[in-house]
């Protein structure tokens, strides 16, 4: 059987197979096949739309993802030109990056090269006719114009250019270019002269004006023989790798070749071998700062104190019990560009620690003589030497959040305070969430006045971001200034 035509479908079973085939990817045709060959092997689903997934119903296509690099998909166009054979190692090409491909043949396009070989490219079904049967009865036009994350059109033709530029759609291909909401990468192919006539300028500029992306043409010899300059498809691995950077867009860096150090967590302060002084820090706030930061291309050093969190992927990670623990790792990474002290250390630690276990006694509870810790965030925010340019603490206070802040900004000699409540009923501490506000002096000057930027309700994760992004700025906003 060679191929099957299936008519009279009532409006349930059309809707079954266009959920069930846009769920898995797949043209109705095939998932025809596929249901087919489930019940043979008696393996049937129930006949129902209501069987199809919710996500089936949702306008972003869902595929099956695997491995460590995110999948994604195009609709490639082939148009009609001698460049055409170039799109089957465009094919393989893509495929090599991860990256699904449903092919449209142009009328033009069959004459270079055919459905068969796409088709076994591709594995998947080739599209060529605008009123096919078999895919339109459910306006698969449609489906293959928006259930992709970008369309591919190489070789585009002038003509295939002209109709995008005018609005055309007399055919399958101008239909589903006219049709989408996806980027659009086009691959220019024609002879010099055409690439260089008027009107295909202005379609060229025209198309630039609506987004569309262009790659090439390239400058050489042509098919026909005498002819060379701009005009020749750009090469198979040229369009895969300008495909993949519209897919996968590089992520910004802003801190590459930045040395960032940051601190986490509580301190265990040892009164005995087997209690300690400490804090409800849970160190999660520092850790997504450490994080974020290693997103952002720095390299970081993370000292932390006792928590129980994974070490984030890529960052060194120093953990430390106590606070004179936790000030000697630091010491020891400096010098640093960026200090972020988000640790909650104690103040206070035992002066005489014992070395048994403290026991009851009968004269009661024994004397305890506490001595000041450190204090790490002065430490090195008064530094002659190795103070990093931008120094950050945190504030964490139960009342007067403002006014403790502002004054220990001025106390402590850093250059930024994150202040937040850490009140009960605030659910900071050990929390997911957090209320920050950001006390800084204007112009970066010790004296004069103080800003205060108070930020949302955000997840801590969601504050690490944008706590990057203000120290990204200042650093490149920093590296304009005129040397004085």
Same mark, same amino acid.
């Given at each position: 059987m060679a191929s099957l035509t299936i008519r009279k479908l009532d409006d349930a079973v059309k809707t079954y197979l266009r959920l069930r085939?846009?769920?898995?990817?797949? %043209?109705?045709?095939?998932?025809?096949? $596929?249901?087919?060959? &489930?019940? *043979?092997?008696?393996?049937?689903?129930?006949l129902t739309p209501f069987a199809v997934p919710t996500a089936a119903l949702s306008t972003t296509p869902t595929r099956q993802r695997t491995g460590a690099v995110a999948e994604a998909s195009v609709t490639l166009i082939i148009g009609g030109g001698i460049a055409a054979y170039k799109s089957l190692d465009l094919i393989r090409r893509l495929k090599e990056r991860r990256i699904e491909v449903r092919c449209v043949l142009t009328k033009?396009?069959?004459?270079? =090269?055919?459905?068969?070989? $796409? %088709?076994?490219? %591709?594995?998947?079904? =080739?599209? %060529? +006719?605008? !009123?096919?049967?078999?895919?339109? !009865? +459910?306006?698969?036009h449609i489906r293959l114009a928006r259930e992709c994350d970008m369309i591919v059109v190489a070789p585009a033709t002038a003509d295939l250019m002209a109709k995008m530029a005018n609005g055309h759609a007399d055919d399958l291909a101008s239909a589903i270019l006219l049709a989408t909401n996806r980027k659009i990468l086009l691959a220019p192919a024609m002879n010099p002269l055409m690439w260089n006539n008027a009107a295909t300028r202005r379609n060229v500029a025209q198309l630039q004006r609506d987004g569309v992306v262009l790659i090439g043409p390239n400058s050489g010899e042509m098919a026909e023989a005498? &002819?060379?300059? *701009?005009?020749r498809m750009s090469e198979a691995i040229e369009i895969a790798t300008a495909a993949e950077r519209l897919l996968r867009p590089p992520v910004p860096r802003p801190l590459a070749g930045k040395r960032v150090l940051i601190t986490a967590g509580p301190t265990h302060e040892p009164i005995d071998p087997v209690r300690y002084i400490a804090n409800r820090s849970s160190g999660k706030q520092g850790f997504a700062i450490a994080a974020a930061a290693q997103a952002a291309g720095a390299e970081v050093i993370l000292v932390s104190g006792p928590v129980d969190l994974s070490d984030p992927q890529g960052v060194t990670v120093k953990h430390v019990e106590s606070a004179r623990q936790m000030l000697e790792q630091v010491q020891a990474a400096l010098p640093a560009d960026i200090a972020i002290f988000a640790a909650a250390v104690a103040d206070w630690r035992v002066a005489n620690e014992g070395e048994q276990k403290l026991k009851k006694t009968s004269a009661g509870m024994p004397p305890l003589q506490l001595v000041e810790n450190p204090d790490i965030l002065a430490t090195i925010s008064k530094l002659t030497d190795k103070r990093p340019p931008l120094v950050i603490g945190f504030a964490a206070e139960t009342e007067h959040l403002i006014d403790n802040a502002k004054s220990k900004l001025a106390r402590k000699g850093c250059d930024w305070i994150v202040a937040n409540d850490v009140s009960p009923a605030t659910g900071v501490m050990g929390g997911d969430r957090n209320t920050v506000h950001l006390i800084s002096r204007r112009n970066g000057g010790k004296d004069g006045e103080i800003a205060v930027d108070s930020w949302p309700v955000m997840t801590k994760e969601q504050v690490a971001i944008e706590l990057v992004a203000h120290i990204a700025k200042s650093v490149t906003d920093k590296s304009r200034e005129p040397a004085s």
């Open positions: 085939s846009a769920k898995n990817r797949r %043209s109705v045709e095939e998932e025809v096949r $596929v249901i087919l060959r &489930e019940l *043979i092997e008696g393996r049937e689903e129930p033009a396009a069959q004459q270079f =090269v055919t459905p068969l070989a $796409v %088709s076994a490219l %591709s594995h998947e079904r =080739v599209y %060529s +006719d605008l !009123f096919d049967p078999q895919s339109e !009865f +459910d306006a698969g005498g &002819e060379a300059g *701009i005009g």
